[in-house]
């Protein structure tokens, strides 16, 4: 059994003003390196349970382990428009006061490995939807963080930008051997990429389920519309 990177132990969030629990109970382990997603519909807790492991928010009751180096990618990038790529990727750096030569060499290589080699010196406003996630995505781990989080990456791509996006992460995944946990409104989407997904529904955990698939993955496969038919019946039960 690989160590956990991050244990749920009955956790619950009730927010204020709120009758309705967002999470009830919830108890799950995500294991160090793994590709973990959260699927459910809106309103489910998932993003709960990801803004508890970031530190943004805190559980009401139970018991909480992650590690506190944590970086997010957000839906939209979340980028500052008046500072260009390699600045947008560097503020994560200067924050935890890392030394000129280190930002540089930290930036430049993922940005590389983002593939904007080419777009360092652009702002925000000159890119298209899929470089802003990236530069995103090359800002989160220029700290090398111990768990990356996805907050729905990809929602507002377009399928084409985010199927390479989806290639694209794969292998910053397998290069890095980062622990990711993602959320995710698609199905397909999850299977694509994780080795294990959480189905949520009412704040409380409906099903956990193992995608044991190769490499590249492909939609039109048997056992991949298997696992996607599985889950959604889950889904609309």
């Not at 799950?28 to 489910?44: D, H, K, L, Q």
């Not at 508890?52 to 979340?78: E, W």
């Not at 990456?153 to 996006?165: G, I, R």
């Not at 990711?180 to 989407?189: A, G, K, L, R, T």
Request: with cysteine; net charge neutral.
């Amino acid at each position: 059994m690989e160590q956990a990177a991050i244990q749920f132990d009955r956790v619950g969030k009730v927010y204020s003003g709120n009758p309705e629990p967002a999470l009830s109970s919830v108890s799950f382990e995500v294991r160090s390196g793994e590709f973990f997603c959260i699927v459910g519909p809106s309103g489910c807790g998932k993003s709960t349970v990801l803004n508890i492991i970031a530190g943004l928010d805190r559980a009401t009751s139970g018991t909480v382990v992650a590690p506190k180096n944590v970086a997010m990618v957000f839906q939209t990038g979340a980028l500052f428009p008046w500072l260009t790529v390699y600045e947008n990727v560097a503020i994560g750096l200067k924050v935890i006061k890392t030394s000129e030569k280190k930002v540089a060499e930290e930036c430049l290589k993922y940005i590389a490995m983002a593939g904007l080699a080419d777009l360092a010196g652009k702002y925000p406003h000159e890119l298209s939807g899929g470089q802003r996630q990236r530069v995103g995505l090359a800002r989160a781990l220029a700290v090398n963080p111990q768990v990356l989080l996805l907050d729905e990456p990809f929602s507002a791509l377009d399928t084409a930008t985010t199927e390479e996006l989806h290639k694209d992460l794969y292998k910053i995944w397998q290069q890095t051997k980062k622990t990711v946990v993602m959320v995710s409104h698609s199905i397909e989407e999850a299977v694509s990429l994780a080795d294990r997904i959480m189905l949520m529904k009412a704040g409380r955990i409906e099903q956990i389920f193992n995608i044991a698939l190769s490499y590249p993955r492909r939609e039109q496969e048997a056992a991949f519309i298997r696992h996607v038919q599985e889950i959604r019946s889950m889904f609309f039960k």
